[in-house]
């Protein structure tokens, strides 16, 4: 079932949506400016890994997509591992593409940070 949230305490809702799921590891991934300004608020949630990839449009590419790919296989990410997409829709679109194609397609979360990547790329 997709499910909507908005919030503007995102540790709280984050924190709740997570407490909700049964996963074996969380991988959250994150523009540079989004882990830099977001990312500190969300890292003691749950024990999870980062995964930066390069600000901007022209990083919505097949070589940001391997880069997230190689750390999903080098935190021994499985099908049954949870995929955070922390920020604007280069990040929910390249992100939500890399999870369903992992491993045939792992879950994923999307946390939208900006208004196009709510109403665009996440929803």
Do not use: C
Not at 5 to 29: C, H, P, Q, T
Not at 66 to 77: I, K, P
Not at 81 to 99: E, F, R
Request: proline residues 2%; aromatic residues 8%.
């Amino acid at each position: 079932m997709q499910r909507l949230v908005y919030s503007n305490d995102v540790d709280r809702a984050l924190g709740e949506r997570l407490a909700a799921k049964d996963f074996y590891r969380l991988f959250v991934i994150a523009d540079e400016n989004t882990a830099r300004w977001v990312w500190p608020r969300v890292a003691t949630l749950r024990r999870a890994t980062l995964i930066t990839i390069a600000a901007g449009e022209q990083n919505k590419s097949l070589q940001s997509l391997a880069q997230v790919w190689r750390a999903l296989q080098a935190g021994q990410a499985t099908r049954q591992s949870l995929v955070v997409n922390l920020g604007g829709g280069v990040v929910t679109d390249l992100g939500g593409l890399a999870a369903a194609t992992f491993k045939r397609g792992i879950r994923f979360m999307n946390v939208p940070t900006t208004l196009l990547g709510a109403v665009d790329a996440a929803v």
